[in-house]
C-alpha cells in the first residue's frame, strides 16, 4: 500500500535533519527517509576520531535551534552528533530508517511524486515486497555531497596485498604504529589522516597532485567577517597573502603553488579550502612526505608519476565521493537543479527550488550554513503553497 505525505524527505544527515526540523517547526507533516539504520550515519559512523567541525559552530547550527554557549567553538565530532541527538529529540524527527530510496518521479495528472524506497533490513530473497511505494505533493532531496565513498580506478590495484580503505573507514592511527601507509588524496580528510598516522607513529605519505591553498581557521574567518568590508578580490588577496606568511613556500615540499585563490578554487571547481590543523608543520620537518600522482600498483609497491616506488602496508583513500541521485531522481533534464554529478546547477539563482514540488537541501558545497539557510527556504516555500 503506497504511503502518502505531504513531504518526503530523502537522507537523514545534518541537511535532511534540518529539512525536517524547519518543517516540523511549521507544522508541516513529512516522512523522512534514510538508508542507514541511524541519522547522520557519515558523522556517527564513518568519520575518524579526531575530527572537529572546521568553521565556528554557529555557523553550523541548525535551524531554531543554537549549539549549546558553553561548547568549545569548533565542537569535536562527539559533541556535534550530540547536538544533532538533541535537535531530533526536539523536533521528535522519526526517521523511518533501512530506506533506500530507488526512484522518484512527477506525476502531472495527480500533481504528486512518487517514491520507491527499498527496505535494506529485509533479506534480499523477498525481492518484491522489499519495496515500498511513497507519494507526496513535494520532495526534498537531501543526500549529501558525501553520498557514495569513490575510489578511482588505479592498474594494479587489486594486487595490493596490504591494507586498503577509503578515508569514511578510517577511525585513527592505533594499528598502523611503524607502518608505511600511503594517503591518497589531498583534501581535508586526506590531510587530517595524514597528521593523525604521523601522530600515531606511522611512517606516513601523502599523494598531493593539484595545487592547495592552506589556510587556518582563523583566516577563515576572518576573510568571512572582511568580506562585509571589502570586495571578494581584495579579501582572497590578502587571505592568499595571509597564507603565504604563515605557511611559507610549500612548493619546495612537493605541493605545488596555487595559481588561484582558495575561494576562487572553490567556485571553480567545488574544491574547499584546506583548514590546516598541523599537517603542514609535519610535511616541513619531513615527518609526512609529498609524492606525486599515483602510476600504478604492483603488490605492495606503488609506482608514483614520476618514476618513484615505494612499498606500502596501508593505503588510506581519501578520494573523495559520488552522488548518484541523477540514477534515482526522474526528472526531464530542463526540469532539474541538480547537475549530472548531483550538485546544484550554477544557473539555479536559490540552490534550492526546482520545479513541481522538487527541492533540495545542503547540495550546493557551502557547508552546514548554506544546509540551514536551504532548509529554511524550502520550509517556508512549502508554508507558502499549501
Ligand atoms: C569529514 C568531513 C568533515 C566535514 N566538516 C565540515 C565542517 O566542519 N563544516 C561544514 O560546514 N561542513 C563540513 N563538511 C561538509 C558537510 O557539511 C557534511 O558533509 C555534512 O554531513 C553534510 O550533510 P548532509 O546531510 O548534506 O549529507 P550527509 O551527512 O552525507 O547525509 C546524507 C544522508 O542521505 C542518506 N542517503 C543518501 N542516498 C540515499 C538514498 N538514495 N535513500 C535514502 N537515504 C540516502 C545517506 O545515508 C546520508 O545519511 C564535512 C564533510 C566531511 C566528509
Ligand atoms: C535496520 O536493519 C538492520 C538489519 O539489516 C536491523 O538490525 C536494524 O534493527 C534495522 N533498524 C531499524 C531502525 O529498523
Sequence with gaps: MKK??????????????????????????????ERADCFAPLWQRHAYDRLHIHLPKHTCQLPHMPIPDDWPKYPPKSLFVQYLQRYVSHFRINPVYNRSVESAHYDDASGRWHVAARDVSAGCGSEGAAVEEYSARFLVVATGESCNAFVPEVEGRGSFGGKAMHST???NGKEFAKKK???VGSGNSGMEIALDLADHGAITSIVVRSPVNFVTREMLNWAVA??????????????MMASRLWFGDMSKFGIPKPEEGPFTMKMKYGKYPLVDVGTCKKIRSGEIQVLPAVKCIKGNEVVFEDGRSHSFDAIVFATGFKRPTKQWLKVKEEDCLLNDDGIVKPSCPNKWK???GLYC??????????ATLDAQGVANDIKGLL
Design 4 to 33: 502518502e505525505a505531504e513531504v518526503i524527505v530523502v537522507g537523514g544527515g545534518p541537511s535532511g535533519i534540518a529539512a525536517a526540523g524547519a518543517l516540523s517547526s511549521l507544522s508541516i507533516p513529512f516522512i523522512l527517509l
Design 169 to 171: 573507514e578510517y577511525k
Design 226 to 239: 572582511l568580506l562585509k568590508y571589502l570586495r571578494f578580490p581584495w579579501v582572497e588577496r590578502l587571505t
Design 361 to 370: 537541501v545542503g547540495l550546493s558545497r557551502r557547508g552546514f550554513l548554506g
Design 354 to 356: 526546482g520545479k513541481n
Design 181 to 183: 601507509v600511503l594517503v
